[in-house]
């Protein structure tokens, strides 16, 4: 029987046995003695949690990223050989490594595992009964197929987690299909909603804009980590009532982008409102957009847009009052549907007096009155910036053996817990970096382990 929430771990017994003819590892337990193999100690709020990650790419490690960050022990599952695509996207350091990986997988350990082949799933499943979730990001379907769906592990695991993320869900008539990020934004009306507004029909003139980042993956990935720490919270009630029953967290790419959407459906629902895209501003709230101001001869080649967000009502008549247009303010003006009326107006005086002034000027002025402003910035001053390095929002992590190695640069893992001392412990590990140790706690003995890497199941 799996256990809920333990407050302690320990390693059971198990015994490995090889049949000669099938070339199969066997591993049994004692399913009544059941216990979790051995995990971090650790006063974080998700210590003693172990996480099997069998997610590739973004959406599924994101959220395992965020668990690992809070405690969780997370086993990441990678193919041998390849490892997870993502560890050579895009910039590669020294090693052929990303460091975008090293950051998306800090804090988990790797064991290289292929799935194609029986014995890897065996082992997998050995993994996945003593764990609390697993993550999963395949497309529906492809776990049934290898034997490791709920319906299989739940029978000697009740209690276990599925976090599921696909592009539609685990049902309906697009459950089937390849779920990216990109084409899921689409569907999500995201996209449609973001780039320039034809001036006629105020929809899409031209191609969509998309943010130079995988969003949707994100978002998806911040939805699994919520669905699983309700399923956990759900799990630990449960079990003060003395049931067991698995859960299965279905996150869709598609409606974690629906559910940002704010207004857009009700809007359309109640006034038969279609909203379009609005260029750098945002419909129907004035003023909030990007202003040009002068290059600064400090740092010419920075960005020379400031962005204003004054769409409050007294934010606004300090706005006015600020640059000098105090024509603009009163009655006509007061609420924002009235400046909404009267938005090119008031979006052409303030470009007129920003695009006089050098950014410095402007964030001086305007900060001084209290009117929300910041500048448009790049990686370099977001790194440099004292805000950033007064919070230690970027941090530097070891990758390598400790003197033989280097540091990486990487966001800090969010939101700040007061109280609690979670960091990053190590930087995403190289490929199988864990496989030994793993197998070892399930109970393989060398000669097990390395006939499994002789034939490439286990790397």
């Given at each position: 029987?799996?256990?809920?929430?333990?407050?302690?771990?320990?390693?059971?017994?198990?015994?490995?046995?090889?049949?000669?003819?099938?070339?199969?590892?066997?591993?049994?337990?004692?399913?009544?003695?059941?216990?979790?193999?051995?995990?971090?100690?650790?006063?974080?709020?998700?210590?003693?949690?172990?996480?099997?990650?069998?997610?590739?790419?973004?959406?599924?490690?994101?959220?395992?990223?965020?668990?690992?960050?809070?405690?969780?022990?997370?086993?990441?599952?990678?193919?041998?050989?390849?490892?997870?695509?993502?560890?050579?996207?895009?910039?590669?350091?020294?090693?052929?490594?990303?460091?975008?990986?090293?950051?998306?997988?800090?804090?988990?350990?790797?064991?290289?595992?292929?799935?194609?082949?029986?014995?890897?799933?065996?082992?997998?499943?050995?993994?996945?009964?003593?764990?609390?979730?697993?993550?999963?990001?395949?497309?529906?379907?492809?776990?049934?197929?290898?034997?490791?769906?709920?319906?299989?592990?739940?029978?000697?695991?009740?209690?276990?987690?599925?976090?599921?993320?696909?592009?539609?869900?685990?049902?309906?008539?697009?459950?089937?299909?390849?779920?990216?990020?990109?084409?899921?934004?689409?569907?999500?009306?995201?996209?449609?909603?973001?780039?320039?507004?034809?001036?006629?029909?105020?929809?899409?003139?031209?191609?969509?804009?998309?943010?130079?980042?995988?969003?949707?993956?994100?978002?998806?990935?911040?939805?699994?980590?919520?669905?699983?720490?309700?399923?956990?919270?759900?799990?630990?009630?449960?079990?003060?009532?003395?049931?067991?029953?698995?859960?299965?967290?279905?996150?869709?790419?598609?409606?974690?982008?629906?559910?940002?959407?704010?207004?857009?459906?009700?809007?359309?629902?109640?006034?038969?409102?279609?909203?379009?895209?609005?260029?750098?501003?945002?419909?129907?709230?004035?003023?909030?957009?990007?202003?040009?101001?002068?290059?600064?001869?400090s740092t010419p080649a920075s960005p020379t847009y400031i962005i204003i967000g004054?769409?409050?009502?007294?934010?606004?008549?300090?706005?006015?009052?600020?640059?000098?247009?105090?024509?603009?303010?009163?009655?006509?003006?007061?609420?924002?549907?009235?400046?909404?009326?009267?938005?090119?107006?008031?979006?052409?005086?303030?470009?007129?007096?920003?695009?006089?002034?050098?950014?410095?000027?402007?964030?001086?002025?305007?900060?001084?009155?209290?009117?929300?402003?910041?500048?448009?910035?790049?990686?370099?001053?977001?790194?440099?910036?004292?805000?950033?390095?007064?919070?230690?929002?970027?941090?530097?992590?070891?990758?390598?053996?400790?003197?033989?190695?280097?540091?990486?640069?990487?966001?800090?893992?969010?939101?700040?817990?007061?109280?609690?001392?979670?960091?990053?412990?190590?930087?995403?590990?190289?490929?199988?970096?864990?496989?030994?140790?793993?197998?070892?706690?399930?109970?393989?003995?060398?000669?097990?382990?390395?006939?499994?890497?002789?034939?490439?199941?286990?790397?």
């Open positions: 029987m799996a256990p809920t929430l333990p407050n302690s771990w320990s390693i059971a017994a198990f015994k490995v046995t090889r049949n000669s003819s099938r070339r199969v590892i066997v591993i049994s337990h004692d399913i009544a003695s059941h216990q979790h193999i051995a995990h971090p100690s650790g006063d974080l709020p998700l210590s003693g949690i172990r996480v099997l990650e069998l997610g590739q790419l973004i959406a599924g490690p994101f959220c395992g990223q965020l668990l690992g960050h809070f405690g969780a022990e997370i086993i990441k599952v990678e193919p041998p050989s390849t490892g997870d695509p993502l560890r050579v996207w895009r910039e590669l350091d020294i090693d052929g490594t990303s460091p975008w990986f090293r950051s998306l997988a800090r804090n988990k350990k790797s064991i290289a595992i292929d799935l194609r082949k029986q014995e890897g799933r065996e082992i997998v499943k050995q993994l996945a009964v003593r764990s609390d979730v697993i993550i999963e990001n395949f497309k529906p379907g492809t776990l049934e197929k290898w034997g490791l769906g709920p319906q299989e592990l739940h029978r000697e695991n009740p209690s276990l987690i599925f976090t599921r993320v696909s592009g539609y869900g685990q049902t309906g008539p697009w459950a089937s299909r390849p779920g990216y990020a990109s084409v899921c934004e689409a569907e999500s009306g995201f996209r449609f909603i973001n780039g320039q507004p034809d001036p006629n029909t105020g929809l899409l003139s031209g191609p969509p804009t998309r943010p130079n980042i995988s969003l949707g993956d994100s978002v998806a990935g911040l939805h699994a980590a919520f669905g699983t720490v309700l399923a956990l919270l759900s799990k630990h009630k449960k079990a003060s009532r003395g049931e067991q029953s698995g859960e299965t967290v279905d996150v869709s790419i598609m409606e974690s982008m629906l559910n940002l959407m704010e207004g857009i459906v009700p809007e359309y629902d109640r006034k038969g409102k279609v909203r379009g895209p609005s260029g750098s501003s945002v419909t129907g709230i004035v003023p909030t957009n990007a202003y040009p101001c002068l290059p600064s001869p004054a769409n409050g009502d007294t934010l606004y008549a300090r706005l006015m009052h600020a640059i000098g247009r105090e024509d603009l303010v009163g009655p006509s003006y007061a609420r924002n549907h009235h400046r909404v009326a009267r938005q090119g107006e008031i979006e052409e005086a303030i470009s007129a007096w920003t695009s006089q002034r050098q950014v410095e000027e402007v964030l001086t002025i305007l900060e001084g009155a209290g009117i929300p402003v910041g500048r448009v910035v790049g990686v370099k001053e977001i790194v440099e910036g004292e805000q950033v390095k007064a919070r230690g929002a970027v941090e530097d992590v070891e990758v390598g053996r400790e003197g033989e190695g280097w540091t990486v640069k990487m966001p800090r893992v969010f939101p700040v817990l007061e109280g609690c001392d979670a960091k990053t412990r190590w930087a995403g590990p190289d490929l199988g970096a864990h496989t030994e140790e793993i197998l070892g706690e399930l109970g393989l003995n060398a000669e097990s382990i390395v006939r499994l890497k002789e034939e490439g199941i286990v790397g």
